[in-house]
């Protein structure tokens, strides 16, 4: 019954965790709270930011933890939130700290969808000064140049669409310096970008796709995320919306998705759909 079951939603507010919340900011986290506390009578916000303050949650024993978070940094220890509640024999939603991982690096992602026969653009990774002109590089421009351990286009700006040698290593050295992590390059992608929540319903895979449409007309970057200046959209064409969810199911399973999670998918231009990347702390999207 909604009324005894015992939740706790877990979010931190550690400014140097930007890549490991699920949710966001701390506002999203306890703006997520607040809407489950419509639904269901006992539920606690927690903020964790160290392994005391998970093991205070646990000593509540609740029957389900809302893990807002992957992990959090206790000084020289990153504790993952499946892997700690897992050990208190305690229920959390999303997925497991193999997944999660997976999620954190984008060639590992593309590699394993790529193994199930699932179109992924082809890719390469890179530091600043690893190339020293175009004729090193495995792909030809116009490239899209991300972080490699990043997701919902944190590091994307109007800068990561390149067209010329230049403007790479301006990139990379953009993600190095601000993330402290490798580029991962992709041909550009040039046509319809779609997001599919896909949600696990005692088995039973249920997908929510939309169509993302970016103001520049081109990519969506982190700011116009956060501005939400992109407009969602209704995919009224059946065949598309078909191939679309059945995509999305493939690349949840084949990833070890377990609860829930966000699949991002574009079309070439061609209009062949790709896997891009995916998230699973949270679904990003819901239907129009």
């Known amino acids: 019954m909604p009324e ?5 939603v877990i979010g931190t507010d550690s400014d ?15 703006a997520f709270s607040d809407t489950i506390s419509r639904h269901y009578k006992n539920v606690t916000l927690f903020k964790a930011n160290s392994r005391s303050d998970l093991e205070k949650i646990a000593s509540e024993k609740p029957d389900l ?14 504790i993952w939130l499946p892997e700690f509640f897992e050990d208190k024999a305690i229920n959390y939603t999303g997925s497991t700290r193999k997944t999660m991982e997976i999620e954190l690096n984008k060639s590992e992602s593309k590699e394993i969808v790529s193994a199930e026969k699932i179109k992924t653009a082809d890719y390469f990774t890179a530091s600043p000064g690893q190339f020293t002109g175009n004729s090193e590089l495995p792909l030809k421009f116009p490239l899209f140049v991300k972080p490699l351990g990043l997701f919902d ?28 992590q490798k580029a991962i ?9 779609f997001t599919v929540a896909v949600i696990n319903n005692k088995g039973r895979l249920e997908t929510f796709p939309v169509e993302l449409e970016p103001e ?21 064409d059946r065949k598309i919306h078909t191939l679309i969810s059945g995509l999305a199911k493939k690349a949840f399973k084949s990833l070890g998705t377990r609860d829930y999670g966000r699949i991002d998918i574009k079309m070439n231009d061609t209009g062949i759909l790709h896997f ?13």
Request: aromatic share 12%.
């Open 4 to 8: 005894k079951l015992k939740i706790a």
């Open 16 to 30: 140097n965790l930007a890549i490991a919340t699920g949710f966001g900011s701390w506002e999203k986290v306890k």
């Open 65 to 78: 933890v809302v893990t807002g978070a992957k992990y959090i940094v206790d000084g020289d220890e990153k």
């Open 153 to 180: 286009s944190i590091g994307v700006n109007e800068n990561s669409l390149v067209h010329n040698f230049a403007e790479f290593e301006r990139q990379v050295k953009y993600i190095n310096d601000n993330f402290n």
């Open 185 to 193: 390059i992709e041909p550009f992608l040039s046509g319809r970008e």
């Open 216 to 236: 520049n007309g081109k990519f969506i970057t982190f700011q116009a995320k956060e501005d939400n200046t992109e407009t969602l959209k209704k995919i009224t």
């Open 276 to 288: 891009t990347e995916f998230t699973t702390t949270h679904t990003g999207a819901f239907p129009c």
